[in-house]
């Protein structure tokens, strides 16, 4: 298996390091930038319970709608 392979995990989790540090050495104020077990579980929360999920499965729809238009319009050009 190719080391490019892990690349991908490897830029999101120093991602979320990143975050932890600038957390920790509060860089930014804690309510502009939440841990990240804060903003996990409060996204956790809304995709379960709330308006969230909702509002993610309109947005894909809107893209795709967008995307079918966009080729319909372009392949025949």
């Known amino acids: 298996m ?5 690349l991908p995990l490897v830029g999101v989790a120093g991602l979320i390091v990143i975050w ?9 104020d804690p309510v502009l930038l939440p841990p990240p077990e804060a903003a996990f579980s409060a ?9 969230l999920g ?14 079918a238009v966009a080729a319909v319009i ?4």
Request: net charge positive.
């Open 54 to 67: 909702y509002d993610f499965w309109r947005t894909v729809e809107r893209t795709a709608y967008a995307i």
């Open 2 to 6: 190719k080391r490019t392979t892990f």
């Open 20 to 28: 932890y540090l600038a957390v920790w050495a509060q860089i930014v």
């Open 43 to 51: 996204m956790v929360k809304g995709m379960a319970g709330g308006k």
């Open 74 to 77: 372009a392949i025949p050009i």
